[in-house]
């Protein structure tokens, strides 16, 4: 058994961090830029050594476009993230199996042992498998053939190589992925058939009448749309090569033919591990305004973090979670525009085309957040430093360490077709209460829609479809929280702003 121990500086802070994805990078990307001023990661004193442990086997990719690479737009070496500076190690293909916390290491399934000051757990989530029945074999955990999950690159290139022009594809679930799947496998020629179990897509971020302009695009680009539609099984027929899906099944007895499937139900925060070694989890992991859990040498960000009570599942979030913590984490501060250091905006660092994909920016306080260090539980300090058992807990030197108070999203997502794209963008809760002003501009003709709502001085949410030339004001406002300014509230919709 190999255990991962090299000499070091005794002040030189051993962080492991637990999953290669979009938070996990992130961190590691910036704990190398804050430790640019210090020297190479891992070297001298006061710095930090970062050893980052993924199981997937691919280099750190952008999940968000993985859309992208299914409909055949970019090849998986173009949604790569920027590789971590040398002096980050990256364990690639090695899973973490067990946190030891009475030695402070981590146990991977290869048997090496990683002893750390500081663990990051930053496990993403796992695809939701519905209670479909037919969807597991008796006794096995395989899913039939044909039947894809859509969360890693594994995912996106056996269902890239599984489609075939003319294929009958059934997407489960009309969410933000879900419509990102079909009309990526309608863009392959694939003859898809979208089931939303409620009564619009997306419904997260848009209503009704969003929905119904986003539902014309589907219809535009081949997705045969159903919504209310809830799936009840699937049928199989087994060969000597496998059990292969056949059909998907409706409540209403309706059985829809399928040569692939897509399950595309919504997503877990991956917290087994965390779980396992007696880490505080509710939905998510547990964290305070210091990404801290209960355990305070371990962290938690990104898709298995719950902050607040709120698990964000979202890549601004992941991101502006991986920037505090290695603002806490590191001993010194990072120098501007590290080492060509840009947000994961997926077209801003890996993507050549800045008109095309998913998108998202999103930063500042959500509503609702407590204030800085107020949030106290378990005995926590109620000042922003949890009342560390013992010295173990790695410092912080200064009492103007950044905090995180939650993340303001906004999604953005551009549907590309043939007959050309279709731009959205949603944040905050597009539905007002009574006594909110609601300012709605649609036009049928151009497939626009536009509503902002607004309480008081304070933008509450809103959805842009088909025109986003208001969106960089909106945007800033939503994002800053800050009062709007005293013009006609249809400037809102109208006026860019300069953006
Ligand atoms: C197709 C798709 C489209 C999306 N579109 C958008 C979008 O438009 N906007 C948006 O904001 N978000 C979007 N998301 C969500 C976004 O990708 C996630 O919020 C983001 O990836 C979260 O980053 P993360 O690092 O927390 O998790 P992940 O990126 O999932 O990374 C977690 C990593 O940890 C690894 N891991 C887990 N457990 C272990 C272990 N025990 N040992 C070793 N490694 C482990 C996993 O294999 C994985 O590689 C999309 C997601 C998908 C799948």
């Not at 509450?460 to 509230?489: F, H, M, N, Y």
Request: hydrophobic share 40%; with cysteine.
């Amino acid at each position: 058994m190999e255990s991962y121990r090299e000499p070091m500086s005794p002040r030189c802070r051993r962080v492991v961090i637990v999953g290669g994805g979009m938070a996990g990078t992130r961190l590691a990307q910036q704990l190398a830029a804050h430790a640019v001023g210090v020297g190479a990661v891992g070297v001298g004193a006061g710095s930090v050594e970062v050893t980052i442990i993924g199981e997937e086997p691919h280099p750190a990719y952008n999940r968000v476009l993985l859309a992208e690479v299914l409909a055949g737009r970019y090849a998986p070496e173009i949604i790569a993230l920027p590789a971590p500076a040398a002096g980050v190690r990256r364990l690639s293909g090695v899973q973490v199996v067990r946190i030891d916390r009475a030695t402070a290491e981590v146990v991977c399934d290869d048997g090496r042992r990683v002893p750390y000051d500081a663990l990051v757990l930053a496990t993403g989530s796992n695809p939701v498998l519905p209670p479909l029945r037919g969807l597991f074999e008796p006794d096995g955990q395989d899913l039939p053939d044909g039947v894809h999950a859509f969360r890693t690159m594994d995912d996106c290139l056996a269902l890239g190589a599984a489609v075939r022009p003319g294929a009958r594809a059934v997407v489960i679930g009309g969410g933000l992925l879900g419509v990102s799947a079909a009309r990526a496998l309608a863009q392959r020629g694939a003859q898809v058939v979208l089931a939303q179990q409620s009564e619009h897509l997306m419904e997260r971020q848009l209503d009704p009448g969003a929905s119904g302009v986003l539902r014309r695009h589907m219809a535009a680009l081949g997705v045969e749309v159903h919504t209310e539609c809830r799936v009840r099984g699937l049928r199989t027929r087994a060969t000597d090569a496998g059990r292969f899906v056949k059909a998907v099944e409706l409540a209403d007895g309706y059985a829809l033919e399928a040569d692939l499937v897509v399950l595309a139900c919504g997503v877990r925060p991956r917290v087994g591990l965390a779980r396992a070694a007696g880490v505080e989890v509710a939905r998510g992991i547990v964290i305070d305004d210091e990404l801290r859990t209960s355990d305070p040498r371990v962290f938690a960000i990104g898709d298995c973090a719950e902050h607040a009570g709120v698990v964000y599942g979202l890549a601004g979030a992941a991101q502006e979670q991986a920037d505090v913590l290695a603002g806490l984490l590191s001993p010194t501060p990072p120098l501007p525009e590290p080492m060509g250091l840009r947000p994961l905006d997926p077209h801003g660092d890996s993507a050549p085309d800045p008109a095309l994909g998913n998108r998202f920016v999103g930063n500042r306080s959500a509503e609702g957040a407590p204030p800085s260090g107020s949030w106290g539980r378990n005995g926590w300090a109620q000042t922003g430093h949890r009342a560390a058992p013992g010295n173990e807990t790695p410092p912080r030197d200064t009492d103007a360490a950044p905090r995180y108070h939650g993340t303001r999203t906004l999604t953005r997502l551009t549907l590309t077709s043939a007959s050309g794209p279709l731009d959205l963008a949603a944040f905050g809760n597009p539905t007002p209460a009574p006594g909110d002003d609601v300012i709605h501009l649609a036009d049928a003709t151009r497939n626009t829609y536009r509503k902002v709502v607004v309480r008081g001085d304070r933008l509450l949410g809103g959805i842009l479809l088909g025109d986003l030339g208001t969106v960089g004001a909106l945007a800033r406002t939503w994002e800053s929280d800050e009062p709007l300014p005293a013009t006609p509230l249809l400037h809102l919709l109208t006026n860019d702003g300069g953006s």
